[in-house]
């Protein structure tokens, strides 16, 4: 058997689905087969949890679904770490579910396990880089919604207080 098929057969990935508040990782063997799965929160100590269960197969190739979505986060974590990952279009991890035994469950596991599948699988994946850029307006974004979000009760702008001094309207 030469090296080649050797490292064929040896190949995980680490594929992860992401969401807002937590992380679910699905080791995935050159069989298409899940080795293990995790769930872990969207934090420092999550993060630590993901990369020490990623530890057990230190040749990995990380797969990040949406890493320029919702995955992005983790990307620039692991990107921060000197670590690469792939961008499995979350198309692409929806048709592999379709298409595989058992397609009628959906949960977060199978979701991670597709990501794996479709990595494993297809050819021409983008690396997950994420320009710092998109990463700072995103950041800028997100603030800006959640201030206009939060409603402030001592408002000084000129269309609260024209509200509450307009003639013959009770305050």
Not at 84 to 96: E, G, I, Q, S, Y
Not at 126 to 133: G, L, Q
């Amino acid at each position: 058997m030469s090296n080649t098929s050797t490292q064929q057969q040896d190949r995980v990935v680490i594929a992860v689905d992401p969401h807002k508040a937590s992380w679910t990782a699905a080791a995935v063997g050159a069989g298409l087969t899940p080795l293990a799965t995790l769930r872990v929160p969207v934090s420092q100590q999550g993060y630590r949890q993901l990369r020490r269960f990623a530890a057990r197969w230190p040749d990995a190739v990380w797969a990040i679904e949406g890493a320029i979505g919702l995955g992005a986060p983790l990307a620039t974590r692991l990107s921060a770490d000197g670590i690469d990952a792939v961008d499995v279009p979350a198309k692409l991890a929806a048709r592999v579910r379709t298409l595989s035994t058992g397609h009628g469950r959906k949960s977060d596991s199978d979701d991670a396990v597709s990501v794996g599948i479709a990595a494993l699988t297809a050819v021409g994946l983008r690396s997950a880089a994420v320009d710092e850029t998109i990463t700072a307006l995103r950041a800028l974004v997100e603030h800006r919604d959640d201030i206009v979000r939060t409603p402030n009760p001592d408002d000084q702008s000129p269309s609260c207080a024209t509200r509450q001094a307009a003639p013959g309207r009770s305050v």
